[in-house]
């Protein structure tokens, strides 16, 4: 699961890098919702081979809301996405908390399927004060340094367009594709984002 996650990640930003969308303005990258961090391996890969070039090693940073949920194998989601950092040269961190509280600057954002929408959001066991996408995405915005790159994906149609109307009130263009997602549901499209401040 961990391999395809690293995958997954490197094609969605192989793709945004592809069409000119990405660029690592700085060397600190930002996971907003990283789960166990199980696709850090590929966000760093990515972010070194296609983000600012020559020389820049990125420094991870994973923000989860639920980080202690226990596996059947008796160990956290921080466990777990420490042994993921554990493999990557260099510094990383992977941070218990809400995005809302967090602050710093980013040269990239990932954002893997943000809660835009009460069904997930329940889905996945957490309050339902938890859903604020308007205050949320102007917060992550504010951590993007200047020239820094954001990139979204979402599942379902409806939250696709949830998200343009975010980039849109947020006076963004952002760049867009749809594509089969062949890791998580085979078969089923997803909506990929992304802009530059």
Same mark, same amino acid.
């Given at each position: 699961?961990?391999?395809?996650?690293?995958? @997954?990640?490197? /094609?969605?930003?192989?793709?945004?890098?592809?069409?000119?969308?990405?660029?690592?303005?700085?060397? &600190?990258? %930002? /996971?907003?919702?990283?789960?166990? @961090?199980?696709?850090?391996?590929?966000?760093? %890969?990515?972010?070194?081979?296609?983000?600012? #070039?020559?020389?820049?090693?990125?420094?991870?940073?994973?923000? &989860?809301? $639920?980080?202690?949920?226990?596996?059947?194998?008796?160990?956290?989601?921080?466990?777990?996405?420490?042994?993921?950092?554990?493999? !990557?040269?260099? &510094?990383?961190?992977?941070?218990?908390?809400?995005? +809302?509280?967090?602050?710093?600057?980013? #040269?990239?954002?990932?954002?893997?399927?943000?809660?835009?929408?009460?069904?997930?959001?329940?889905?996945?066991? !957490?309050?339902?004060?938890?859903?604020?996408?308007?205050?949320?995405? +102007?917060?992550?915005?504010?951590? %993007?340094?200047?020239?820094?790159?954001?990139?979204?994906?979402?599942?379902?149609?409806?939250?696709? *367009?949830? *998200?343009?109307?975010?980039?849109?009130?947020?006076?963004?263009?952002?760049? /867009?594709?749809?594509?089969? $997602?062949?890791? #998580?549901?085979?078969? *089923?499209?997803?909506?990929?984002?992304?802009?530059?401040?």
């Amino acid at each position: 699961a961990a391999y395809t996650k690293s995958l @997954f990640a490197c /094609d969605v930003l192989d793709r945004v890098h592809a069409a000119g969308a990405l660029y690592l303005a700085a060397p &600190e990258v %930002l /996971d907003v919702g990283a789960k166990n @961090f199980e696709a850090a391996p590929g966000l760093y %890969l990515a972010a070194r081979t296609l983000g600012g #070039g020559e020389g820049l090693v990125p420094r991870l940073t994973g923000v &989860e809301i $639920d980080a202690y949920p226990i596996y059947r194998n008796l160990h956290s989601r921080a466990d777990a996405a420490a042994y993921y950092l554990g493999l !990557l040269p260099g &510094e990383h961190r992977y941070l218990p908390g809400d995005i +809302r509280r967090h602050t710093g600057r980013y #040269g990239l954002i990932t954002w893997f399927f943000p809660f835009l929408t009460a069904s997930p959001l329940l889905w996945w066991g !957490l309050p339902s004060r938890y859903l604020a996408p308007e205050a949320t995405f +102007r917060h992550v915005l504010g951590l %993007l340094a200047p020239g820094g790159t954001l990139v979204t994906v979402n599942y379902a149609n409806e939250e696709a *367009q949830i *998200q343009r109307e975010l980039y849109r009130d947020a006076g963004m263009l952002p760049w /867009d594709t749809t594509c089969e $997602d062949l890791v #998580g549901r085979a078969g *089923q499209p997803l909506y990929i984002s992304a802009a530059r401040t």
